[in-house]
């Protein structure tokens, strides 16, 4: 189909966390592969890996141990890999072009009525006390994100079992952004909001809920998805299952978009104008 090109501006930005933001991905598979090699298990491949990115930690646990078959309940598989995070996550750094990134669209908020503000807001799928542990030494990074627009994992605003690749995080977040508007400033449509990603089932969360999305996967999920990059940016992969599947994109539509890296991001062409760095 012939992509959309007549969008509204950019009005609100929504964050995943990990492997977005963060690079806590290779930790993560780090962990894994210590355990796994602990008790002879090969290491963990990205046809794997891949389905568990995104998730909530219950259902990307099954998908693992499933597929693990590792010779400890899944009790025991938790407090090992628990122990390697405490002892690795504080160790987390962002991602080429984030700081930049997140400055940039906060200067947007500062400037006063001659630059339209691009809120932000924080939508993960780590639960808080994970949160915590990955980004307690990035005060500064994180402080962008008002606490109340910030959508944790556990977060008790969000229905159980509704996790990622279903929209429910990415709608919420969007609330908590129209709930603390300044006065006079209209409602925030989906379609005026851009969801950053880089698992596959965020994808398809973030086009489900109605929203642009930009694409910035891990160079080896990128190269697991070879061939199949329309599939995966109309969130047509399947990973929620066959479900409302009227609620995502098609092929070639336009709300989405792939990215190497977030260095160097097109602000004008979402619409966005980014103010010089002040003297």
Known sequence: MAPRTDFPPVRACLFDMDGLLLDTEDIYTLCVNLILDKYSRPSLPWSIKAQ?????????????????????????????????????FPGTKPLP??????????????AGIETPPVHIALATSSHLGNFKLKTNHLSDLFSVF???????????RLT??????????????????NDSLP????????????????SVPGVEAGRRAGMRVIWCPHPMLKKEYAGREEEVLAGRTGEA???????VGELGDGWAEYLVSLENFPYEKYGMVIPPVKA
């Not at 909530?56 to 995070?85: M, R, T, V, Y």
């Not at 072009?97 to 947007?108: C, I, K």
């Open 52 to 88: 568990l990115q995104g998730r909530p930690g219950p259902s990307a646990n099954k998908i693992f141990l499933d597929w693990a078959q590792l010779p400890i309940s899944s009790d025991e598989f938790a407090a090992e890999n628990a122990a390697l995070h405490q002892k690795l």
């Open 97 to 110: 072009g984030v700081p930049e990134l997140l400055t940039s669209l906060v200067r947007t908020q500062e």
């Open 146 to 156: 008002p606490a109340n627009r910030r959508v944790v994992g556990d977060d008790t």
């Open 160 to 177: 159980p079992g509704r996790g990622k690749p279903l929209p429910d995080i990415f709608l919420l977040a969007l609330k908590t952004i």
């Open 183 to 198: 006065e006079g400033e209209a409602p925030i449509k989906p379609e005026e909001c851009l969801v950053f990603e880089d």
């Open 241 to 247: 299952g066959q479900v409302d599947l009227h609620q």
